[in-house]
């Protein structure tokens, strides 16, 4: 539970943003905000968590999230260890809960987790001691990138609350939407999300957000532009008919963003498809915080793994 | 086998509306005498009932008991003390083993082991399709022979709509009832759970409703065109209900089960990714619960059954999107029924045990679901007000995949009695 005197988090685990309150989010982002200070310097490493160790156990193929979390680890003093689902004993058969069980008996601190199915981490959350970070689980939750997202926002405009944001591309499948819808209207932004109806889940308008099917109406008075990658493999599963006609109706370009205001932001978790779902010119252009967000990323983390040391230090 | 006589239990008896206390007198495996104050004959064992409702025995029309094949999930032994445990004197198999129950020697083994094991009465289900595959008819006049009493595909839709045709007709001929397990495959896609809220909160592939009533449409549109009695498996929706009830009105011989999980349980239970609360078809929401309660209050549902599917707890232990569906059912059935419909005032007593054994009795043409003189004593002692945690630890059944470990429940089995033999009792007679 959040504790807003506390400077730490009093749980155990990250494992979503849907149970994060307001004053937790705010904690880690004003946290984050230190850290990145720490950033800028010439010898960019403190001994916050010397003599800890950090498990980054990725799944999924990963570069940005896994790299981030070893660079905040790393920067915080922390020993990182990588593990990768090819390199895993997974595929020799051992069940998730067997390998957390032998993680656990080699007393880690953390374990930072990115799995393709929903729930993974909260499995791992429940059966071990360490602290479990979620690093994505399938189309559930990111929590770390809705973080550094909203940081990233916080830091360009000052604020969270009252903004205009619009998530566009497949909702269904993106942990990265459902992250960022759960945080950014728990601090007070209007969240819309477009796409065509077969990336739009039921009932999405239960977690407080509207939906629009055009794109150019639905960015036009949005203060943030978030865009999600397309996964090809979707148009097999007649989601859409082709990567063409998405492109045609659902691509950031440089004409549909000149009657957007000068002010409004472009942001994209990465990895993007150009020309896809952004155009490259959208992509590198003045309103894009892309690379921000992963600059951001590393600060964002480092104030998590910080943050939920907690009680660890005092006890 | 020396005479019973059940003394002063509370008889009910669906069949002719019976409620009241009476003495039963059991010699054999049949009922001999009912009556108030019956004298105990020489040489009778005399058991104390009052306080203590006695049923026809339980008919479960759905278990798996997963022998021949996956004898690490359950056994026929393991599955029938279950049984017994949970007041069922009779519990119909689906034919999903391996190798699948689709001929006559695999319907005797089957039927050959429960002899032996002399207890709950085990009635085989034989395969619509060869080996469940839904191209080619299982040779039903064999499994007829053998001692199948409906066919089914469970687990499995027939997707071929003329193949279903022709089973239902086939069928007819031996007056076989067939099981319909609803679901299009298409729009089930790789589903995990209910389409709907919770799926778009968690993350996880849905099943629509209009997966399962798509299929209820269909079953529903060919009993009309063969005039052949098709019984809807385990119905989850709404949607299904109100189907059913219209071809009910219409008076086709449309019959439907529910399962206590679907009456207790919503998607909800899925927020915690407990791979027990993984089932097919899916927990569905609180409006589909209240349909199905409606359901049973009206007759559009026939049957209480519990879709008893044992897992090992390794393949339980897995993510939730690849640990298999199912859960346990048969020693959790009554309590949770009762607790759920009975002490909460939404069926009485008759209405529940008619659901739980005559109208099984009825769908599968079984001699049974009634206590009357000269019918195999078959019975069920139920101590209503008997309250209890349920604890997994203490199942007979091999498996332990039940979300239900924990739940407090009121109204238990405390006595089974099969053909005369008392195979489970919790009741120390003094």
Same mark, same amino acid.
């Given at each position: 539970?959040?504790?807003?005197?506390?400077?730490?988090?009093?749980?155990?685990?990250?494992?979503?943003?849907?149970?994060?309150?307001?004053?937790?989010?705010?904690?880690?982002?004003?946290?984050?905000?230190?850290?990145?200070?720490?950033?800028?310097?010439?010898?960019?490493?403190?001994?916050?968590?010397?003599?800890?160790?950090?498990?980054?156990? @990725?799944?999924?193929?990963?570069?940005?999230?896994?790299?981030?979390?070893?660079?905040?680890?790393?920067?915080?003093?922390?020993?990182?260890?990588?593990?990768?689902?090819?390199?895993?004993?997974?595929?020799?058969?051992?069940?998730?809960?067997?390998? #957390?069980?032998?993680?656990?008996? $080699?007393?880690?601190?953390?374990?930072?987790?990115?799995?393709?199915?929903?729930?993974?981490?909260? $499995?791992?959350?429940?059966?071990?001691?360490?602290?479990?970070?979620?690093?994505?689980?399938? #189309?559930?939750?990111?929590?770390?990138?809705?973080?550094?997202?909203?940081?990233?926002?916080?830091?360009?405009?000052?604020?969270?609350?009252?903004?205009?944001? #619009?998530?566009?591309?497949?909702?269904?499948?993106?942990?990265?939407?459902?992250?960022?819808?759960?945080?950014?209207? =728990?601090?007070?932004?209007?969240?819309?999300?477009?796409?065509?109806?077969?990336?739009?889940?039921?009932?999405?308008?239960?977690?407080?957000?509207?939906?629009?099917?055009?794109?150019?109406?639905?960015?036009?008075?949005?203060?943030?532009?978030? $865009?999600?990658?397309?996964?090809?493999?979707?148009?097999? =599963?007649?989601?859409?008919?082709?990567?063409?006609?998405?492109?045609?109706? @659902?691509?950031?370009?440089?004409?549909?963003?000149?009657?957007?205001?000068?002010?409004?932001?472009? $942001?994209?978790?990465?990895?993007?498809?150009?020309?896809?779902?952004?155009?490259?010119?959208?992509?590198?252009?003045?309103?894009?915080?892309?690379?921000?967000?992963?600059?951001?990323?590393?600060?964002?983390?480092? #104030?998590?793994?910080?943050?939920?040391?907690?009680?660890?230090?005092?006890? | 086998?020396?005479?019973?006589?059940?003394?002063?239990?509370?008889?009910?008896?669906?069949?002719?509306?019976?409620?009241?206390?009476?003495? +039963?007198? +059991?010699? !054999?495996?049949?009922?001999?005498?009912?009556?108030?104050?019956?004298?105990?004959?020489?040489?009778?064992?005399?058991?104390?009932?009052?306080?203590?409702?006695?049923?026809?025995?339980?008919?479960?029309?759905?278990?798996?008991?997963? &022998?021949? !094949?996956?004898?690490?999930?359950?056994?026929?032994?393991?599955?029938?003390?279950?049984?017994?445990?949970?007041?069922?004197?009779?519990?119909?198999?689906?034919?999903?083993?391996?190798?699948?129950?689709?001929?006559?020697?695999?319907?005797?083994?089957?039927?050959?082991?429960?002899?032996?094991?002399? /207890?709950?009465?085990?009635?085989?289900?034989?395969?619509?399709?060869?080996?469940?595959?839904?191209?080619?008819?299982?040779?039903?006049?064999?499994?007829?022979?053998?001692?199948?009493?409906?066919? /089914?595909?469970?687990?499995?839709?027939?997707?071929?709509?003329?193949?279903?045709?022709?089973?239902?007709?086939?069928?007819?001929?031996?007056?076989?009832?067939?099981?319909?397990?609803?679901?299009?495959?298409?729009?089930?896609?790789?589903?995990?759970?209910?389409?709907?809220?919770?799926?778009?909160?968690?993350?996880?592939?849905?099943?629509?409703?209009?997966?399962?009533?798509?299929?209820?449409?269909?079953?529903?549109?060919?009993?009309?065109?063969?005039?052949?009695?098709?019984?809807?498996?385990?119905?989850?929706?709404?949607?299904?209900?109100?189907?059913?009830?219209?071809?009910?009105?219409?008076?086709?011989? +449309?019959?439907?089960?529910?399962?206590?999980?679907?009456?207790?349980?919503?998607?909800?239970?899925?927020?915690?990714?407990?791979?027990?609360?993984?089932?097919?078809?899916?927990?569905?929401?609180?409006?589909?619960?209240?349909?199905?309660?409606?359901?049973?209050?009206?007759?559009?549902?026939?049957?209480?059954?519990?879709?008893?599917?044992?897992?090992?707890?390794? &393949?339980?232990?897995?993510?939730?999107?690849?640990?298999?569906?199912?859960?346990?059912?048969?020693?959790?059935?009554?309590?949770?029924?009762?607790?759920?419909?009975?002490?909460?005032?939404?069926?009485?007593?008759?209405?529940?045990?008619?659901?739980?054994?005559?109208?099984?009795?009825?769908?599968?043409?079984?001699?049974?679901?009634?206590?009357?003189?000269?019918?195999?004593?078959?019975?069920?002692?139920?101590?209503? &007000?008997?309250?209890?945690?349920?604890?997994?630890?203490?199942?007979?059944?091999?498996?332990?995949?039940?979300?239900?470990?924990?739940?407090?429940?009121?109204?238990?089995?405390?006595?089974?009695?099969?053909?005369?033999?008392?195979?489970?009792?919790?009741?120390?007679?003094?």
């Amino acid at each position: 539970m959040a504790d807003s005197r506390s400077d730490k988090l009093l749980r155990k685990d990250l494992l979503g943003i849907e149970d994060l309150s307001k004053e937790e989010i705010d904690l880690i982002l004003n946290t984050a905000d230190a850290f990145k200070e720490v950033l800028t310097r010439d010898i960019k490493k403190v001994p916050t968590l010397r003599g800890r160790t950090v498990v980054n156990l @990725f799944l999924e193929p990963s570069t940005r999230t896994r790299m981030s979390f070893e660079i905040a680890g790393k920067r915080l003093s922390a020993d990182t260890i990588n593990i990768s689902a090819q390199a895993s004993s997974l595929v020799k058969g051992e069940s998730l809960l067997d390998m #957390a069980k032998n993680l656990e008996a $080699m007393n880690p601190d953390f374990i930072v987790i990115r799995h393709p199915v929903p729930g993974a981490p909260h $499995m791992l959350a429940r059966m071990c001691r360490f602290s479990v970070i979620n690093a994505g689980d399938g #189309a559930h939750e990111h929590p770390t990138q809705a973080l550094l997202d909203m940081f990233t926002i916080r830091e360009k405009k000052g604020q969270l609350s009252g903004l205009k944001i #619009a998530i566009v591309g497949d909702i269904t499948h993106s942990r990265v939407a459902r992250s960022n819808i759960y945080g950014l209207t =728990r601090m007070g932004a209007h969240v819309r999300v477009i796409g065509p109806p077969t990336f739009i889940p039921p009932y999405i308008e239960d977690l407080g957000v509207d939906v629009k099917f055009d794109l150019q109406e639905g960015i036009k008075d949005r203060d943030i532009i978030m $865009m999600l990658r397309i996964q090809k493999e979707r148009e097999r =599963r007649n989601l859409f008919p082709s990567i063409r006609e998405y492109a045609s109706l @659902f691509c950031l370009t440089k004409e549909r963003l000149s009657r957007v205001s000068e002010e409004c932001l472009i $942001m994209h978790p990465g990895p993007i498809n150009r020309g896809v779902e952004i155009e490259p010119e959208v992509a590198d252009g003045k309103h894009s915080v892309i690379l921000d967000q992963v600059t951001n990323g590393i600060a964002v983390r480092m #104030a998590l793994l910080y943050l939920l040391l907690g009680d660890k230090n005092e006890a | 086998m020396k005479r019973k006589l059940f003394k002063g239990g509370r008889l009910i008896n669906f069949a002719n509306g019976e409620d009241a206390s009476y003495d +039963i007198l +059991i010699a !054999g495996e049949k009922i001999d005498r009912i009556g108030r104050d019956i004298p105990a004959p020489k040489d009778t064992e005399i058991l104390d009932c009052r306080g203590y409702i006695i049923a026809p025995g339980l008919i479960d029309m759905h278990t798996h008991l997963r &022998e021949p !094949g996956r004898e690490d999930k359950e056994t026929i032994d393991t599955g029938i003390a279950a049984a017994a445990a949970g007041g069922f004197t009779s519990i119909a198999c689906m034919p999903n083993t391996s190798p699948v129950n689709d001929t006559a020697s695999v319907t005797e083994y089957i039927l050959g082991r429960a002899r032996e094991i002399d /207890s709950v009465q085990v009635l085989p289900i034989g395969s619509i399709t060869k080996g469940l595959k839904g191209d080619a008819l299982s040779e039903i006049g064999e499994l007829r022979r053998a001692g199948v009493v409906a066919l /089914s595909d469970d687990g499995q839709p027939v997707r071929n709509t003329d193949l279903m045709r022709r089973a239902l007709e086939y069928a007819g001929m031996f007056d076989l009832p067939v099981i319909s397990h609803c679901e299009d495959l298409d729009l089930a896609g790789d589903g995990v759970m209910n389409e709907g809220r919770m799926s778009t909160r968690l993350g996880l592939p849905g099943i629509p409703s209009a997966a399962e009533e798509v299929m209820v449409a269909r079953e529903i549109c060919l009993s009309r065109l063969t005039r052949r009695p098709i019984h809807i498996a385990h119905v989850s929706t709404s949607g299904s209900v109100r189907l059913i009830r219209r071809a009910k009105e219409e008076g086709l011989p +449309i019959t439907a089960e529910v399962t206590p999980h679907h009456l207790c349980l919503t998607e909800e239970a899925v927020a915690g990714f407990d791979p027990n609360t993984k089932v097919n078809p899916p927990l569905r929401t609180k409006e589909d619960q209240e349909a199905l309660i409606k359901g049973l209050q009206d007759g559009t549902i026939d049957v209480i059954a519990s879709d008893h599917a044992p897992h090992t707890l390794a &393949e339980k232990e897995k993510e939730f999107t690849y640990a298999p569906f199912g859960m346990i059912g048969l020693e959790t059935a009554l309590p949770l029924i009762l607790t759920r419909l009975f002490h909460q005032k939404f069926l009485d007593l008759s209405q529940i045990i008619q659901k739980m054994s005559l109208n099984p009795a009825r769908i599968l043409k079984l001699d049974r679901g009634v206590i009357a003189i000269n019918k195999i004593a078959d019975l069920t002692l139920i101590d209503i &007000e008997k309250e209890r945690v349920i604890d997994v630890g203490l199942f007979k059944s091999k498996a332990r995949n039940s979300p239900f470990h924990g739940w407090q429940v009121k109204g238990y089995p405390v006595m089974t009695i099969c053909r005369g033999k008392i195979v489970h009792t919790a009741i120390s007679q003094k």
